[in-house]
């Protein structure tokens, strides 16, 4: 697979893959490579997700207190 991750700086990311399941319109892959600074990049951007997360669940619980 190669896509580009989203955010402020767009990284390209490149792996291959091993289709582990698939249900209607969706599948699981695994990554069986990930090509050179590619785990650091998806990391990063997976980090930032959580982040993201955190915050707005944070953000949703202090408009509720």
């Not at 955010?7 to 599948?27: C, D, I, M, P």
Request: charged share 20%.
């Amino acid at each position: 697979v190669r896509f580009d991750l989203p955010g402020v700086t767009t990284q390209k990311f490149e792996a291959r893959t091993v289709l582990v399941w698939t249900h209607n319109a969706s599948a699981g892959l695994q990554f069986v490579h990930i090509e050179a600074g590619g785990r650091e990049n998806f990391e990063s951007w997976l980090n930032s997700l959580e982040a993201q997360l955190q915050f707005r669940v944070l953000a949703d619980q202090a408009s509720h207190s």
